[in-house]
């Protein structure tokens, strides 16, 4: 069992509020016309992420589906754009995010928290915990073999 309708409501309304005011953008969010479940269509841009090695993307289109449990019950979350990536499924393999906030989420967890954790996963890869299928496990070996590299020299004595 949910929130009552009203409460829900509010907390939907002032959830999508703040992530508008992160994202500068209006989500146009009625409560009155509001059926279950919700769905919010994403696009995120200017967020650097990979759709075949080594190949740079900077647009991304996801959805976000809230049901009457929402608060209590996690949002699902479907990815909808190309990326490789190591913990998110592509389109065609159902589009799956694997993100710890989904994993512990709980009833103080808010959108705008979760929108800001996708969009660190998205730049920031985690080759460590992959999805188990062929694309993700490329991809996790990738980013695992291709993180920053220095190579250092000492010299004594010498000017810069």
């Not at 929130?3 to 969010?29: A, H, N, Q, W």
């Not at 200017?46 to 949002?75: M, Q, W």
């Not at 808010?110 to 730049?123: A, C, D, H, I, R």
């Amino acid at each position: 069992m949910g929130l009552p309708r009203p409460v829900l409501m509010r907390r939907i309304t002032k959830e999508l509020r703040e992530c508008g005011d992160y994202l500068g953008s209006d989500f146009d969010f009625d409560p009155e016309k509001a059926e279950f479940p919700i769905r919010i269509d994403m696009h995120m841009s200017n967020v650097i992420g990979y759709d075949a090695p080594g190949s740079i993307i900077t647009e991304h289109d996801f959805v976000i589906i809230l049901t009457e449990e929402y608060g209590f019950r996690k949002p699902e979350v479907r990815w909808r754009s190309p990326i490789f990536h190591p913990n998110i499924l592509g389109p065609d393999e159902g589009g799956y995010v694997c993100i710890k906030m989904l994993n512990e989420w709980t009833f103080d967890t808010s959108l705008l928290n979760f929108l800001k954790g996708v969009e660190t996963l998205v730049s920031e890869p985690n080759p460590n915990s992959p999805f188990g299928t062929e694309r993700c496990l490329e991809a996790a070996r990738y980013f695992s073999g291709n993180g920053s590299r220095f190579d250092a020299r000492i010299e004594y004595g010498a000017d810069p």
